[in-house]
């Protein structure tokens, strides 16, 4: 997160075989990760519309349901996880590189193609688009969208919108690149409304998961540079909440003067908790995470951990501490 | 906020002769609003810094302090309530219109220039340049700066950048126009990072805010479309909090699925509590606002009202929902 955008400033080159391929394609089936973010949702949906205005027969798949704040992403009622009957002339993945992180265990395509900006261990694919420093999917798809000479409508630019939009956290990771902000403008010249996206994906919390947030809140706790925020069952009953309202906790407990790592663990059992961690740079927490079998990201990262909170809290601080010591030693 | 930014794609013209005045100026006086936001301290300061890249002594003045998120702006030590002594060339009111927003009863300066994207009564200086569709005061300077032909270094773009992004809501108010975007990509290029942006302003909150938020959500209430939180003196002594820690609270009970209007009560007295009101869009909060004596724009507003907090609660509900019946039964 914290190299400099101004590094990555050349326009974004699309494959012309990646081109030719989709040009030549009848039958496409597009799919994306499970548990899908926005930009997932996003890319697969706007590269869906655009070909579709190219008369191609196009069908999008994900093994989960679209979260709450995504179904207004025009054709997100189509996303389905029923792979549908016949042969497929391409099989896309879009925003992951490998079958496995689809869910499926096979997918139909005569040929496979990934649009990714992750890099992946598993290269699955006969053609693949992998721009690790791309600021996100969509910025990619909506290259490859004026590649193909489909013109921008509004469908097509409020899903590219969601899509850049959230995976550069609203624009405010470094990821932020001069490309992406180009890129957003244009979408919203074709009529991606900023404020509309907004209500939708960040103004359409449930009560219930401010009052379980406040609960959280109430009981924080900071050792220095690290903040735990912790959700427990009581609380969830409390509350008449569910997991799914506690989306960015790990970021609420990152976002505190002086914290280097938030924490955010979300009780599954009665002896067992996820724990989400969120940097802010200098410590690299998929390192910490792998110390109890987890993995991720530089600046997030997760995994489970068996005990009681008052244990799982001692094993993840204890591991960031000695992660944070590493790091101001050096 | 529900307005679409496509309508406003043309280049923005910064008037000759506001150009032509500051090229021959010598000693230039900046000064901006009470209670400095981003947009006031982000535009005044790249201001500031931009006319001294032309070799003109520049002061900036604000009546109150730089914010704590806000002290990481170059050349934010700088700005002072004392007004230096000497005579001015000109005086550059930036991101307000009038005398009476500085907190001034007057400030020196042979000309008085308004650079301001807020629509004001009382129309002071002898030259206006004052644009309501602009996203922000940021991106008229950002122009401006342009048009006076000072390359945009680094300085000046974190400056400019933080103004149009806090102004536009990072991205997400529908004020956020294609040129916004365009403007923000030559910032991030000229050396602005997101991401160093984000960890002053959004990642910097105090451990006792969250601690006062999540008091605050535990106790929130909800009638239909409208959600109150309230802060209360028992509150800051519980968690060591004041009420700086209390900002963006009314974004938050507006953040709710079905809410139309959020509220947020803070304590300022024994028996009054200050209101900040935020609309989605389709009630006017600021015609709300007027009933009990307060101002301020369609979608946010507020005003002081006396009274328990059980008290001043049903008042400005029964104000919010009389509005809501308004706008609903049109």
Chains 1, 2 share one sequence.
């Not at 054709?75 to 896309?92: H, K, N, Q, R, T």
């Not at 407990?253 to 724990?275: C, M, W």
Request: net charge negative; hydrophobic share 40%; aromatic share 6%.
């Amino acid at each position: 997160m914290l190299s400099s955008g101004a590094s990555r400033v050349m326009m974004m080159k699309v494959p012309p075989e990646l081109v030719q391929t989709l040009r030549d394609s009848r039958r496409v089936l597009v799919a994306t990760h499970i548990n899908p973010d926005g930009d997932a949702l996003g890319s697969a949906l706007g590269l869906t519309l655009a070909l579709r205005r190219m008369g191609k027969e196009v069908a999008v798949v994900d093994r989960d349901p679209v979260p709450r704040i995504y179904r207004f992403l025009p054709g997100a009622e189509e996303v389905s996880p029923e792979i549908p009957e016949g042969d497929f002339d391409v099989l896309v993945l879009v925003d992951c590189g490998e079958i496995e992180r689809t869910g499926y265990e096979t997918l139909p395509g005569q040929r496979g193609l990934v649009i990714d900006h992750h890099l992946t261990e598993r290269n699955f694919g006969d053609l693949r688009w992998v721009l690790s420093t791309a600021s996100s999917t969509g910025e990619m798809v909506f290259n490859l969208v004026k590649a193909l000479g489909v013109p921008l409508d509004r469908d097509v630019a409020v899903c590219l919108y969601v899509a850049l939009f959230t995976d550069t956290g609203g624009f405010r990771y470094s990821s932020s690149c001069p490309s992406a902000y180009r890129a957003a403008a244009e979408m919203v010249e074709a009529g991606a409304e900023p404020w509309e996206v907004t209500e939708h994906v960040y103004e359409s919390h449930s009560f219930q998961r401010l009052a379980l947030l406040g609960k959280a809140l109430d009981r924080m706790v900071r050792h220095e540079h690290v903040a735990i925020i912790a959700v427990t069952d009581d609380m969830y009953q409390a509350t008449g909440s569910t997991s799914e309202d506690t989306e960015n906790f790990a970021n609420m407990a990152r976002s505190i003067e002086g914290i280097e790592v938030g924490i955010f663990l979300r009780q599954i059992g009665p002896n067992a908790f996820k724990a989400s961690m969120r940097s802010k740079g200098r410590v690299n927490v998929a390192a910490v995470a792998e110390r109890f079998g987890g993995g991720g990201h530089h600046n997030a990262a997760g995994g489970i951990l068996q005990g009681t909170l008052e244990e799982v809290r001692a094993t993840i601080l204890k591991a960031v501490e000695d992660a944070l010591g590493n790091h101001q030693s050096r």
